[in-house]
Each structure stands twice: as C-alpha cells, then as structure tokens.
C-alpha cells in the first residue's frame, strides 16, 4: 500500500518557477515507478513525466520537455517536479501517481494503481 499527498502548488506568474513535492508512505517506495499528470479544467488527464524506480531515466511530455525536471529522493521517500519557464497553459491539477510498471504513465490518462490528491498550479499571464 503507498499513499501519496502532493504539496506545493499555488499561483504564479507567467515565467516563473514552482517546485512540487509528493511525499510517499509505505516501505516498498524503492520499487515503485513515479510520475507526475496533471489536468486542466475541462480537459483529459494527461502525462506530465515519470520516473524509474532506480531514479536512472525520466521521461516528458514535449510540451514540458526542456522546463520541468523530475526526480526522486528515496532517503525522503518524495518525488519532485521543478517546473522552470511556466506558462499559461500548464495551469492545471497536478497529481503525481505511483505503479510498479511504468507501462500504467503510457497509456492516455495514467491507469497508475496510486494516486495522490492533486494540488493546483495556477499561471498567470
């Protein structure tokens, strides 16, 4: 069992930086695959990045790719998204998930066994 719980969220300027967290509960954290999706108002859920169980390869979405770098501290048991250069159109609900298969962040929408409760970033232009 892993329970998640997302925080750092808030309202910023077009430009600006964010860095959310996602602190994990369970003892088997090492094993899982993490990610980050998020979804707009009226829009599907969609991928944002993931990232191994040995920390050792990330993957982005192109819209993200070049401003957002996720990682992992497993001392921690949390999971970062540090978002650079926002934009307008990355304000959303941000949920970071956790699966041990990382084919669950391929498919349209994430079908990740864990999810956290999200925590909306807001960018204003």
């Known amino acids: 069992q892993v329970q998640l719980v997302e925080s750092g969220g808030g309202l910023v300027q077009a430009g600006g930086s964010l860095r959310l967290s996602c602190a994990a509960s369970?003892?088997?954290?090492?094993?899982?695959?993490l990610g980050w999706f998020r979804q707009a108002p009226g829009k599907e859920r969609e991928f944002v990045a993931t990232?191994?169980?040995?920390?050792?390869?990330?993957s982005y979405a192109d819209s993200v790719k070049g401003r957002f770098t996720i990682s992992r501290d497993g001392a921690k048991n949390t999971v970062y998204l540090q978002m650079n250069s926002l934009k307008p159109e990355d304000t959303a609900v941000y949920y970071c998930?956790?699966?041990?298969?990382?084919?669950?962040?391929?498919?349209?929408?994430?079908?990740?066994?864990?999810w956290g409760q999200g925590t909306q970033v807001t960018v204003s232009s």
């Open positions: 998930a956790a699966d041990l298969s990382p084919r669950s962040f391929r498919i349209a929408g994430g079908t990740a066994e864990y």
């Open positions: 369970g003892r088997t954290f090492s094993r899982y695959v």
């Open positions: 990232i191994t169980s040995s920390g050792g390869f990330t």
